[in-house]
């Protein structure tokens, strides 16, 4: 609110941004100068008047009101500035948290993520996938014992999903061909660290009649499209989020084999690296300051895989696995899966 005496200034929020409210005190009706006199900042309105363009206002445009009502006024002072020019602590924010995300930058992340989910929908449904929802409270692990929540489920134990995997397997074997879920994976890991979460949203995909080539294809198609939709819809918001240099990663993503990645991390990092050893996060910070772009790294060792992963006919000792980068991080892993009982045996 902006009180310059015979005219006043207020800016005015919803989901779509932001749209400035002049009040000449001599030419709207006393109801509404009642109401703007006793509103307070952060509270809930509704408005209706004239738009017109002024090119000062933000957004290039001003409402004139005709009425002005306060749905629901909120409290003075705020726990915490949403307009960001005092900083709030960790502790404040999550205090306020439906506040804190009344923030253009807190808001911004939100409505990329939507962007993306909507995205990924799209190019999966136009590819002929189904959609599946997979149970979250599960009897048994699907991955290491070590990483499970445990639960109380009536006079039982259960435990929180961490992968869909043998969901997704199921409805191979049922004959769906091509099915995926984004939903909630937890992990029981102990962290510290910006790449490891609890809870976590997990992209899962499962095809029937696939090599490890096709999917890395599709993964490729995914991330591409991910991109050009952020972009094409989110330019206003990447801004909020200081994103700037954005662009949609070019096809085809370099294949490095396991073997090469190894090396490169051996002649740049000084921690002791050996072949068969898994790559830490300083060896992928290497890998992907010398790759410089999405890649992923192929053909890795049978033994330090997880034992379903299908290996070479013509050299078992390596593995039709994958695993998508991003030169900050890893994206996804997959392999083609066995499907001969007796291999699995």
Same mark, same amino acid.
């Given at each position: 609110?902006?009180?310059?005496?015979?005219?006043?200034?207020?800016?005015?929020?919803?989901?779509?941004?932001?749209? *400035?409210?002049?009040?000449?005190?001599?030419?709207?009706?006393?109801?509404?100068?009642?109401?703007?006199?006793?509103?307070?900042?952060?509270?809930?309105?509704?408005?209706?008047?004239? !738009?017109?363009?002024?090119?000062?206002?933000?957004?290039?445009?001003?409402?004139?009101?005709?009425?002005?009502?306060?749905?629901?006024?909120?409290?003075?002072?705020?726990?915490?500035?949403? !307009?960001?020019?005092?900083?709030?602590?960790?502790?404040?924010?999550?205090?306020?948290?439906?506040?804190?995300?009344?923030?253009?930058? !807190?808001?911004?992340?939100?409505?990329?993520?939507?962007?993306?989910?909507?995205?990924?929908?799209?190019?999966?449904?136009?590819?002929?996938?189904?959609?599946?929802?997979?149970?979250?409270? !599960?009897?048994?692990?699907?991955?290491?014992?070590?990483?499970? %929540?445990?639960?109380?489920?009536?006079?039982?134990?259960? %435990?929180?999903?961490?992968?869909?995997?043998?969901?997704?397997?199921?409805?191979?074997?049922?004959? %769906?061909?091509?099915?995926?879920?984004?939903?909630?994976? %937890?992990?029981?890991?102990?962290?510290?660290?910006?790449?490891?979460?609890?809870?976590?949203? /997990?992209?899962?995909?499962?095809? /029937?009649?696939?090599?490890?080539?096709?999917?890395?294809?599709?993964?490729?198609?995914?991330?591409?499209?991910?991109?050009?939709?952020?972009?094409?819809?989110?330019?206003?918001?990447?801004? *909020?989020?200081?994103?700037?240099?954005?662009?949609?990663?070019?096809?085809?993503?370099?294949?490095?084999?396991? /073997?090469?990645?190894?090396?490169?991390? *051996?002649?740049?990092?000084?921690?002791?690296?050996?072949?068969?050893?898994?790559?830490?996060?300083?060896?992928?910070?290497?890998?992907?300051?010398?790759?410089?772009?999405?890649?992923?790294?192929?053909?890795?060792?049978?033994?330090?895989?997880?034992?379903?992963?299908?290996?070479?006919?013509?050299?078992? /000792?390596?593995?039709?696995?994958?695993?998508?980068?991003?030169?900050?991080?890893?994206?996804?892993?997959?392999?083609?899966?066995?499907?001969?009982?007796?291999?699995?045996?």
């Amino acid at each position: 609110v902006r009180d310059l005496g015979g005219l006043s200034f207020l800016l005015v929020r919803d989901r779509t941004g932001i749209i *400035q409210v002049t009040i000449p005190r001599k030419k709207v009706p006393e109801a509404v100068l009642s109401a703007v006199r006793a509103v307070s900042r952060e509270s809930v309105v509704r408005v209706t008047g004239s !738009v017109k363009a002024i090119d000062k206002a933000p957004g290039g445009r001003e409402l004139v009101p005709d009425t002005f009502t306060i749905i629901s006024q909120s409290e003075s002072p705020l726990p915490l500035d949403v !307009v960001e020019k005092v900083p709030a602590e960790l502790d404040t924010r999550l205090d306020a948290r439906f506040l804190d995300a009344r923030r253009p930058r !807190v808001a911004a992340v939100f409505q990329v993520r939507s962007a993306a989910m909507q995205a990924i929908h799209e190019y999966l449904f136009s590819r002929g996938f189904l959609h599946i929802t997979t149970p979250k409270v !599960v009897a048994a692990a699907t991955e290491g014992g070590t990483e499970l %929540f445990p639960i109380a489920y009536f006079e039982k134990e259960a %435990f929180l999903n961490q992968s869909p995997q043998l969901y997704k397997q199921m409805l191979m074997a049922a004959g %769906f061909e091509k099915v995926f879920e984004i939903g909630p994976i %937890f992990r029981a890991e102990e962290h510290n660290t910006t790449k490891h979460l609890n809870e976590a949203t /997990s992209i899962d995909v499962e095809v /029937s009649f696939a090599d490890h080539h096709e999917v890395m294809a599709l993964l490729e198609g995914l991330v591409r499209h991910v991109y050009e939709r952020v972009l094409d819809q989110c330019e206003t918001l990447l801004g *909020q989020l200081e994103i700037r240099d954005l662009e949609v990663p070019a096809a085809p993503f370099p294949r490095i084999p396991y /073997s090469e990645a190894i090396t490169i991390a *051996q002649a740049t990092i000084p921690e002791p690296i050996r072949h068969g050893d898994d790559l830490s996060t300083a060896a992928e910070k290497a890998v992907g300051e010398e790759m410089g772009t999405h890649y992923f790294i192929v053909d890795w060792p049978t033994e330090i895989k997880p034992y379903y992963a299908m290996p070479y006919e013509d050299k078992p /000792s390596v593995c039709k696995a994958f695993d998508l980068m991003h030169p900050r991080m890893e994206l996804s892993s997959g392999a083609q899966r066995i499907h001969q009982h007796d291999l699995l045996a």
